[in-house]
C-alpha cells in the first residue's frame, strides 16, 4: 500500500499475526492498531488475493474511494481494484487475505467483486454486523483470530468448493510464482485451454494468464522491497528482460521498480504477512511483530 501523501507512521502501528494453521487453506490475517490514533492517506495495491477489511475503530473509522464512489466501514476489496483510495482515522483493523479459490467459498461472489470495492455488508448481510460485534468485544488479538477462524471456517464448509482442476490451476499459478502457461495447466488438468480459461474466470473472477502476471508481479515486488537489483529481479521472475519487469510493475502499481524498492507498503507487507516475503524467517503463532521505522 504506498502512501498517497506523507507515509502514516508505522512506528506507532501494533502487528500482530496468528498462529499457523492448516484449517482454513487459503486465508491469512493479521491485526492492526494505532497506538496513537491518526488520520491517513494510502493507495491499495493489487496483490493475488481477495482483501476483507473489518473496521474494529471507533468514530470516523476507515474510509475509502474507488473510481469517485465513497464509503466507510468494512469493506470487501476485490482483485484488481484499480484507483482505490484509504484513509480515515482508524484505531484497530483486521485484514484478512482469501486467495481466489477460498474466497469464491467465503464470499460466494467472487466473480462479481473482481475490480471493485463493496461494503462487508453487502457481500454478508447481517453477519457482517455480528461478526464486527464479536470481534470488537474480543480482548485480545488472539481472541479475534480465533473467532474469525470460525466464522470463516463455517462459511467454507457450508458453500460447494470450485472445481478441483480450477483450484489445481490456481494453485499451480501460485507455488510457480506465474510463470506456467495456461496451455501447460489445461494439459495438466485435461482440459481444453478454452474450458479451462472460461471455468477459471467464471469462478475466480479473473483469466489464467491475467492471474499468473499479478502473481508473478507480487513476487518481484517483494524481491526488489529485498533489494535485490532489479535486472536480477526481472531473470528471477522470468520477466524477458528489465524493460518487462518496468511496464508490468508500471501496468500494476502505476511506479517504476526502484520507486517499488522502497515502497512503505511493501515493508509493513513483509511484516504482517511474512510467507509472501523471499528472504523474511516465518512468524510464530500468536506473535506481536514490530513494526519496521
Known sequence: M???????????????????????PGISMAGFRQQVP???DIAMVAHPSVTLLVDLSEGEGFVYDTHGRRGRG??????LPGDLRAGGRVDELLQIRLEPVAAAAVLGASTELSGTVVSL????????GRA???LRAAGSWDERFTIAGEFLGRRLSARPPVDPEVAHAWRRTLTSRGRVRVDGLADEVGWSRKRL???????LGIT????????????????????HAAADVATESG?????????????????????VAVAPWLAIDDVAWPASSPTRRPVTGGERVPAPR
Open 2 to 24: 504506498p502512501p498517497t501523501g506523507p507515509p502514516p507512521d508505522w512506528a506507532t502501528v501494533d502487528i500482530a499475526v496468528p498462529r499457523p494453521s492448516d484449517r482454513l
Open 38 to 40: 491518526a488520520s491517513a
Open 74 to 79: 468494512s469493506a470487501v476489496v476485490g482483485l
Open 121 to 128: 455488508e453487502d457481500v454478508w448481510g447481517r453477519d457482517a
Open 132 to 134: 464486527e460485534d464479536r
Open 197 to 203: 480459461s472460461a471455468r477459471f474466470r467464471s469462478q
Open 208 to 227: 489464467p494468464k491475467r492471474a499468473a502476471r499479478l502473481v508473478r508481479f507480487d513476487h518481484a515486488a517483494h524481491l526488489l522491497a529485498a533489494g
Open 239 to 259: 520477466y524477458v528482460d528489465q524493460s518487462h519487469l518496468h511496464r508490468e510493475v508500471k501496468a500494476f502499481v502505476g511506479l517504476t521498480p526502484t520507486a
